[in-house]
DNA sequence: CAGCAGTGTAAGCGAGCGCTCAGCGCGGAT
DNA sequence: ATCCGCGCTGAGCGCTCGCTTACACTGCTG
């Protein structure tokens, strides 16, 4: 039997507070199984096997599939959130502030590519009550970034038609990045995020970009 | 029973040339229900009802669920790469070129947005021959985008770290829209286009931007 | 030692799935 | 008048799904 070891390179520090360890090989059997083939197509048998368990072991740990894939999204949904945050925490101004987000947001989405396909493709599979939950961590991301955006145009650094709209291209640069990306692909997580800090900074039309 | 009528804003010019008008009402449901739930959460039960037929009804014009995801999937990639060739072909220098081509392929994915949805995030659910057919007009999409952006850097009309990330980022942009967009959006489709082209032309470091 | 909470399994239930099949109605050709 | 073939249906087959149940093992507590 397949366990989670030769399931792919899947880093071994994620959610170290889960517990007990069991929970956890659930957790990461499930994003493997839910990134490969989705939410709906992965069976609990499939989990279970990739965890290295019988079927009704998952139900000693959550309620239910859906209860998984919830785990699994409000995770990485706050992991998200905190490294967005932070970035805009710590920058001394709006350009600063988008260089550092995008360069973390875009390799957070590289890096963790496997849990950020199930972040960002399998959210409407969530039962109605755990989607509003994971929405509203989506609106605080979206609006931070969005902030931001205005608060450099609000300064003259960045010129851009309309900041909405600039702000959601900025985001879906890095969101994208989850389908795409690979553990081939020829740039690094780090790399990609520098090159996609420099594009963005062009793309919101400020004038001097402050170094990474 | 509910039929395509009730069912959002169908482009009613979609697959005018599919024959008979059963097998395109079932397309149009196919389009429908895929992009609302997914292919795998989606019954043949479900497409039928929403073509107003009984479900065997599907089975005397595509062989199976997985054919009428193909049927629809290879038809909305040939629209997607022959609107791209187009802008190519018509524009007299790159900038141009690209421009020409982010307004329409992110105008055809905001307007389109449904068959879009299941265009960009159902590929996986299809049969491995099937898969192949449609990846290798994703290639060739893929490849064209490439080849004009590294034309424009070639021309010294754009400044870019590396072609191929920056090609990746305009395709990206256009594909997301298709994760996002909805009819209640604020923009049109080809105000959308028309902000994309502006933001990708500076993204790509275009010294002036062509007139749209 | 007994009792118990935590963790796991083998077996299988009820439901809904993709798909099949025998046959019906009807317009057009003979 | 008869027949054919296309489009379509009602019924249902075989299978797999998410999940439940009854029970076993382990290690800790009294």
Same mark, same amino acid.
């Given at each position: ?14 959610w ?14 499930g ?26 072991a ?14 699994i999204?409000?995770?990485?949904? +706050?992991?998200?959130? $905190?490294?967005?945050?932070?970035? *805009?925490?710590? @920058?001394?101004?709006? %350009?600063t #502030? !988008?260089?550092? =987000?995008?360069e ?16 960002q ?28 955006? +205005?608060?450099?145009? $609000?300064?003259?650094?960045?010129? *851009?038609?309309? @900041?909405?709209?600039a %702000?959601? #291209? !900025?985001?879906? =640069? ?7 990306y ?10 990609l ?14 004038a001097?970009t402050?170094?990474?």
């Open positions: 039997m397949s366990g989670i070891s030769s399931a792919g390179p899947q880093p071994a520090d994620l170290p507070e889960v517990q007990p360890d069991a929970a956890r090989r659930l957790m990461l059997a994003v493997e199984s839910f990134a490969r083939r989705g939410y709906h197509a992965t069976t609990t048998r499939d989990i279970a096997a990739t965890a290295g368990m019988s079927p009704a998952l139900y000693v740990h959550f309620p239910s599939k859906a209860a998984l894939l919830f785990a999204s409000r995770s990485g949904h +706050e992991q998200v959130l $905190a490294l967005a945050q932070q970035a *805009v925490d710590e @920058a001394a101004d709006p %350009a #502030a !988008v260089r550092d =987000l995008v973390r947001f875009t390799a957070w989405h590289a890096r963790r590519h496997t849990i950020a396909r199930v972040v493709y399998e959210l409407e599979a969530l039962p109605e009550q755990q989607y509003g939950v994971v929405a509203s961590l989506r609106k605080d991301i979206e609006r931070l970034v969005r902030d931001v955006v +205005e608060r450099g145009c $609000a300064d003259g650094l960045f010129t *851009v038609g309309d @900041a909405g709209t %702000a959601r #291209a !900025v985001l879906s =640069l890095g969101v994208d990045v989850a389908r795409w690979t553990d081939r692909s020829r740039l690094t997580p780090e790399e995020g520098s090159e996609y800090g420099d594009l963005v900074l062009r793309m919101l039309g400020a001097a402050p170094g990474s």
